[in-house]
Nanobody, 125 residues
Framework: QVQLVESGGGLVQAGGSLRLSCAAS????????MGWFRQAPGKEREFVSF????????YYADSVKGRFTISGDNAKTTLYLQMNSLKPEDTAVYYC??????????????????WGQGTQVTVSS
């Protein structure tokens, strides 16, 4: 059974950087897709980025494109989200998620079966 644990959140000033990590345990095959979502208070959970483990192809929400970078280690044990040029509107709880990889795209939370507990990111202005 796959389990995910996020870390690396915190408080940062606007323009700063943070790197989130997601430690994965359990059997994760190369067909899996790993993603990051975020949820701000009073808002729905929204897509941030996803990574196809087999092809290493990456996808980003327009709001973070050019500022955030998703990556994973070759052992498929850790997923990262490097966040640069952070803005106050990036403030949210960030969640790591895993999917077995049966869809064409992965922009919806319902397409991911396994979730971490989340890590808080707060960007002050």
């Amino acid at each position: 059974q796959v389990q995910l644990v996020e870390s690396g959140g915190g408080l940062v000033q606007a323009g700063g950087s943070l790197r989130l990590s997601c430690a994965a345990s359990g059997r994760i095959s190369s067909t899996y897709v790993m993603g990051w979502f975020r949820q701000a208070p009073g808002k729905e959970r929204e897509f941030v980025s996803f990574l196809r483990l087999k092809s290493r192809s990456t996808y980003y929400a327009d709001s973070v494109k050019g500022r955030f970078t998703i990556s994973g280690d070759n052992a498929k044990t850790t997923l990262y989200l490097q966040m640069n040029s952070l803005k106050p509107e990036d403030t949210a709880v960030y969640y790591c998620a895993a999917s077995k990889g049966t869809y064409a795209t992965y922009y919806l939370p319902t397409q991911f079966a396994v979730w971490g507990q989340g890590t808080q990111v707060t960007v002050s202005s």
